[in-house]
């Protein structure tokens, strides 16, 4: 008797099972959803996703609600929105040789870092897409988007 066929077979199925596996696994990526417009948050946001860049981990961070305040341009801005502005940081950035929010921007767009941006919070804050920073990797999207994003994510983090 030649068990051969069956474990040609069996073989066969577990190749596919393990490919299913494969496409299936989460990225190495890391999905940071920022919730809080305020200041130290959104830097703390971006150091970690530069930071995390540096161990070749794909980075997309996702803003919502107030934090999506913070990415707003002062130069594009239309009307005065003084309650969803961050909170002013309370110590001198180049005092302790500190990045700035527009400087660990900048660095997470050279280091490629993706930002998505709730269409819901746009919405509800009355924030028009014109207003927001230039960033070569911004989207827009929704909550299954998010939901998809942490599905295909090693680490989900929360500020």
Known sequence: ??????????????????????????KDQLTIGVMSGDLERVMLAFILAVGATTFDTEVEMVFTLRATAALRDAKKIKRDLKDLEPSPIKFDLKKINAMSLEDLISLAAETGVRITICNLSMDLLEIEREELIDYPNLTFAGVGSFVDLCNRSRQCWFM
């Open 1 to 26: 008797m030649n068990d051969s066929p069956d474990n040609d077979q069996l073989l066969k199925d577990l190749l596919k099972r393990v490919e299913a596996l494969e496409r299936e696994a989460p």
